[in-house]
Structure formats: structure tokens, C-alpha cells
């Protein structure tokens, strides 16, 4: 019986005996790992301008990186992902006029805080 409940759990099927644990982890596009660490006020303020000029503080965040903000791209260049930043604003300026690229921007706006967030909260090692 053993043998079979480890099998089981193996599978990720739960048993009468042990729970399971599901990790979940979000699979992230090119885009969207190309957002900037930045600073929390530099962050704050990219949300506002994306909020009110659609893709203006992506287009902010994007000399960030030039700056030395992190991503989550470390296998890029610098460059490469400037570039990536770039497109996003653009992708966004475009198609803010039917409404879709506004939301995006506040959105992406809100990511840039969250990973801010994330920065502040991280000890020095794991930067």
C-alpha cells in the first residue's frame, strides 16, 4: 500500500494519507520580463505617466535599464532589452486608441510597482 500511495503522490494525485503541494508559477513573455527593477518613487512615477500618457513611463522605464536597473532577463543585453522597453511603449501609444493599450499601460504601470516593491523588499545578496 505504500508503494502505491508514493506513486501517487509522485503523480501529484493525493492520497487518504499526505496532502499535496502545488507550486504554480507564472510563465512570463519576452515583454513582460523586460520590465525594469526600478527604484519605488521612479516606479510610482512611470504609473503615473503610464496612467495619464499611455506608454510614457514605459517609454521612462525603458532608459532605466541603460541606467543599470535588473531584469529578469539576465541573458540579454542591455541594449536588447532597452529595445524591448521601446516596443512595449510603442505597442502601447498605438494602441491606446481603441482603449487596449491604455488599460495595457496601467497595467504594465502597476507591474513596474510591484516589482519595486519586490526590490525594496530584497536583502542586498539576492539582488
Same mark, same amino acid.
Given at each position: ?21 502545488? !507550486? ?6 519576452a515583454l513582460r520580463t523586460a520590465i525594469p527593477y526600478?527604484?519605488?518613487?521612479? @516606479? ?24 543599470? @536597473? ?16 521601446? @516596443?512595449?511603449?510603442?505597442? !502601447? ?28 523588499? @530584497?536583502?542586498? !545578496? !539576492?539582488?
Amino acid at each position: 500500500m505504500d508503494q502505491k500511495d508514493t506513486e501517487m503522490n509522485e503523480k501529484g494525485v493525493s492520497s487518504s494519507t499526505s496532502g499535496v503541494v502545488v !507550486q504554480v508559477r507564472e510563465k512570463k513573455g519576452a515583454l513582460r520580463t523586460a520590465i525594469p527593477y526600478m527604484p519605488f518613487p521612479v @516606479a510610482v512615477i512611470c504609473l503615473f505617466l503610464n496612467t495619464f500618457v499611455p506608454g510614457l513611463g514605459t517609454f521612462v522605464s525603458a532608459f532605466t535599464v541603460l541606467c543599470g @536597473a535588473r531584469t529578469d532577463l539576465p541573458d540579454r543585453h542591455m541594449c536588447c532589452i532597452f529595445w524591448l522597453n521601446i @516596443a512595449a511603449a510603442f505597442i !502601447q501609444i498605438i494602441t491606446a486608441i481603441v482603449m487596449v493599450g491604455w488599460i495595457m499601460s496601467i497595467f504594465w504601470g502597476m507591474d513596474m510597482v510591484i516589482l519595486a516593491s519586490y526590490r525594496e523588499q @530584497a536583502t542586498p !545578496q !539576492q539582488l
